[in-house]
């Protein structure tokens, strides 16, 4: 049976067909029955409409305790990330600072300054714009400044003279005054010098007792002092002493209860060792320490008999242990006069096409020689007017001490 047949006189037709509904129920009772119905629904609407609220509460707790465990963890993290960024920047901080203490402070030893202004490496290495170090000092470099001569005692059983140049601010501070004696610095300075710092035997202070009278250097010697169990210790002592005096006319040698000391080398009484202050007749040379450090220095304080010839043979080498500074190819003749002396070059003297280092040996070992004599050059034939600081169309200037150090105290 299909739909297609239907039409609307059949449906009337059914639905006249259908019995008849009513309801003899009074109204009263429909009317109870309803709010009975009523009471029944009415409950479970409230009671739904009462835990939506709470399993939406649920919910949001739920959701809070996931996700609070989860932003604190990221914040911790976070936040041990920033503090460890944190140490870390203090630390980096706090190890620059170190740096720049230390590198601030690498001149001051026992709570005083290094008072050379400059480290061991700057002194005795080559500066960094190429050009050579200095192996003398002049009058300019020591304004304000007191000089400290010392002779220390060397790698090949001789004496390196060196220089120490002390701000007056410090000579004040640790004297009281100034202009102190050699025999002053000496005493306060000696026994605190790190000679091994500088890359020399500790030699100093001198064993027994050292007082001054007047011109007068006097040596109290303990018993077994060691200074004469042989010919090159015996050099060494005398020769350090000659390099550290200046000022004073002689050294005296004593025993402890006064006497004249005897060098058991010598074999007789010591005889007085006249001091020079630095006008010795000596000519320089290439020393060079077992470390690489080099120095201008005698050939085992051996004097010339003139200029001229100091000069001359500062082109040959004397022995193994010192070098010659000037080369055998340069040739030159000296004219000495009442007030100055002049070296001039056979062939025009390029300083430029020498290491620099060399250069700077041969120009200041050949002042230091005529220093020695009281001598000032003038050189003739250099092909540069002017060359590390010197002006070679002048006198160039007379050195008032060797090989420049710091003074590191320990």
Not at 1 to 15: A, C, G, R, V, Y
Request: aromatic share 8%.
């Amino acid at each position: 049976m299909t739909h297609k047949n239907w039409n609307d006189n059949k449906i009337e037709k059914l639905l006249g067909d259908m019995p008849g509904v009513s309801d003899d129920r009074p109204m009263s009772e429909i009317l109870a029955r309803l709010k009975q119905d009523e009471r029944l629904i009415s409950p479970r609407r409230k009671k739904s409409k009462k835990w939506m609220p709470a399993l939406v509460a649920v919910a949001a707790l739920l959701v809070i305790g996931l996700l609070v465990p989860s932003m604190l963890g990221q914040n911790e993290v976070s936040m041990k990330d920033q503090s460890t960024e944190s140490k870390m920047m203090k630390n980096e901080n706090a190890d620059t600072a170190t740096r720049s203490a230390e590198m601030e402070n690498a001149s001051i030893t026992d709570g005083n300054t290094d008072v050379g202004t400059m480290g061991r490496s700057s002194v005795l290495m080559a500066d960094e714009t190429g050009g050579a170090h200095n192996f003398a000092i002049y009058s300019k470099d020591v304004i304000d400044s007191t000089l400290f001569h010392l002779g220390l005692a060397g790698d090949q059983a001789s004496s390196i003279p060196v220089t120490f140049s002390i701000p007056n601010s410090q000579i004040e501070e640790d004297f009281g005054f100034l202009k102190p004696t050699s025999y002053d610095l000496y005493k306060k300075y000696a026994d605190r010098l790190d000679e091994g710092a500088l890359g020399f035997q500790e030699y100093h202070p001198y064993k027994g007792d050292i007082v001054a009278d007047n011109h007068v250097i006097i040596h109290q010697l303990p018993k077994g002092h060691g200074y004469d169990i042989a010919s090159a210790s015996t050099e060494v002592y005398l020769n350090t002493l000659q390099d550290t005096f200046y000022g004073y006319q002689e050294v005296r040698f004593e025993n402890e209860d006064g006497t004249v000391a005897m060098f058991s080398e010598e074999g007789q009484p010591s005889t007085p060792l006249i001091l020079k202050s630095g006008r010795n007749h000596f000519n320089y040379y290439l020393f060079e320490q077992q470390d690489g450090q080099q120095f201008l220095s005698s050939n085992f304080s051996q004097p010339q008999p003139s200029l001229n010839e100091a000069l001359q043979q500062m082109k040959v080498k004397p022995n193994d242990v010192f070098q010659p500074v000037i080369p055998s190819t340069i040739d030159f003749e000296v004219k000495l006069d009442d007030k100055l002396t002049t070296v001039k070059f056979a062939q025009p003297l390029d300083l430029d096409s020498m290491e620099p280092e060399k250069a700077m040996l041969m120009v200041e070992g050949m002042l230091l020689t005529a220093a020695s004599f009281g001598e000032q050059l003038q050189f003739e034939g250099v092909i540069q007017e002017e060359w590390n600081g010197f002006n070679f169309s002048q006198p160039l200037p007379i050195p008032v001490g060797s090989n420049p150090l710091p003074l590191l105290l320990k």
